[in-house]
């Protein structure tokens, strides 16, 4: 006899590590139950999941996002509790950064001097949209520590990874880290002056909780949702894209950030609004409270 939560009466929570803001705009997807003997799509799983659950729990803070918290428990019909923004540990650096390259070149730059880009692990990219990021990079002018996987089924493999020349011509103000990078302890770094990110929840929050003012490059609707949360905030600028294609550019990346690391009346703002959400992340007794709730809310709940 198959044992489920339901007949042994264990009370299910179903845990969405995203913003409210992405929650609010997506709700509760209906899509079709998998046939018997298939293979249940994500969406699937979570609808089946979220049918089952008695709450829902997720990674936010009214404090950030006040606007959509209040929302969700009408558009859920159930309960819906925030576990905070659960910010890493600052990094503590170990013998192994102490070597990494990336560091070493960070080390020799100018505070606040450098654009750390980076686009999370399995970033639907092409090689085409590759060499025009690596072209607005080198249009934007500013120092630049790119944080680039080698193709390994991420990328498409044909073609060169980067345009014909690019190293050398960046060589003097650049650095194309391949492979892993200590991204934490970069962000962290006082040479750092901004972040190149696609918006993912996770990578958003370690660059704001660095106070870094960000420029978003979103490739997926979950990055969208960020990066105007940020950009309403005036924390970031997104990268803008083509209304007829949803293409970006080289100028486009350029441009953005020039605006978030060169213009002094534009970076000012950015720099000034990037404090402000970085002292709500790094509110330890807040965001532990959080937990405290979450955990006081689970112990008392009754299905």
């Given at each position: 006899m198959t044992c489920t939560l339901d007949s042994l009466q264990i009370p299910c929570a179903l845990s969405l590590p995203f913003a409210a803001s992405t929650l609010a705009e997506y709700g509760v997807p209906r899509v079709e139950p998998p046939v018997e003997?298939?293979?249940?799509?994500?969406?699937?799983?979570?609808?089946?999941?979220?049918?089952?659950?008695?709450?829902?729990?997720?990674?936010?803070?009214?404090?950030?996002?006040?606007?959509?918290?209040?929302?969700?428990?009408?558009i859920f019909g159930k309960p819906v509790i925030q576990y905070g923004l659960v910010p890493p540990c600052p990094p503590a650096q170990s013998h192994i950064e102490h070597d990494n390259a990336a560091l070493s070149w960070l080390d020799k730059?100018?505070?606040?001097?450098?654009?750390?880009?980076?686009?999370?692990?399995?970033?639907?990219?092409?090689?085409?949209?590759?060499?025009?990021?690596?072209?607005?990079?080198?249009?934007?002018?500013?120092?630049?520590?790119?944080?680039?996987?080698?193709?390994?089924g991420l990328f498409e493999a044909d073609g060169?990874?980067?345009?014909?020349?690019?190293?050398?011509?960046?060589?003097?103000r650049g650095l194309v880290a391949m492979g892993w990078v200590p991204q934490l302890s970069i962000l962290a770094h006082s040479s750092v002056g901004a972040y190149l990110t696609h918006g993912g929840w996770a990578s958003t929050i370690e660059g704001a909780m660095c106070g870094l003012p960000m420029v978003f490059l979103t490739f997926i609707g979950e990055h969208r949702i960020n990066a105007q949360l940020l950009e309403r905030k005036k924390v970031g600028l997104r990268v803008p894209r083509h209304e007829k294609d949803d293409s970006f550019d080289r100028q486009?990346?350029?441009?953005?950030?020039?605006?978030?690391?060169?213009?002094?009346?534009?970076?000012?703002?950015?720099?000034?609004?990037?404090?402000?959400?970085?002292?709500?992340?790094?509110?330890?007794?807040?965001?532990?409270?959080?937990?405290?709730?979450?955990?006081?809310?689970?112990?008392s709940f009754e299905k």
């Open positions: 003997g298939s293979t249940a799509s994500i969406l699937q799983r979570f609808a089946l999941t979220f049918e089952k659950c008695q709450l829902v729990i997720h990674r936010a803070c009214s404090e950030l996002e006040p606007e959509h918290t209040p929302l969700l428990p009408g730059q100018q505070p606040k001097s450098v654009l750390f880009a980076g686009f999370g692990s399995e970033p639907p990219v092409t090689v085409q949209q590759l060499h025009e990021i690596a072209l607005g990079l080198e249009l934007a002018g500013t120092p630049f520590l790119w944080a680039l996987k080698k193709p390994n060169d990874i980067l345009p014909p020349g690019f190293e050398e011509r960046t060589r003097d486009g990346i350029a441009g953005a950030i020039r605006s978030v690391m060169c213009e002094e009346q534009s970076k000012s703002v950015f720099v000034a609004n990037a404090k402000k959400m970085q002292e709500i992340i790094n509110d330890r007794k807040c965001q532990e409270r959080y937990i405290d709730e979450l955990i006081q809310r689970l112990r």
